[in-house]
């Protein structure tokens, strides 16, 4: 994602996401996704379960998401 991240993806970088959002803005697969949750590679976001009950719903805060990719792009 080598460029600036514009001012509007900045004020949405609060909100919680799903892990299918977090594939989407990622450009990479769920499967992808649910491996790396797994394994949790250094610097991977932490996971946040927003459930009320006993089935997980796991979400990713957007600006940690977006931070994680950024210290993935390639220059």
Do not use: C, H, N
């Amino acid at each position: 994602m080598g460029k600036q991240l514009s001012q509007a993806t900045m004020a949405s970088a609060e909100r919680f996401i799903t892990v299918e959002d977090f594939a989407q803005v990622a450009g990479l697969s769920r499967r992808t996704i649910d491996r790396y949750r797994r394994d949790r590679p250094s610097g991977f976001p932490k996971e946040y379960d927003l459930s009320r009950g006993s089935v997980p719903r796991p979400r990713f805060k957007m600006s940690e998401v977006l931070e994680w990719m950024e210290s993935r792009a390639l220059w």
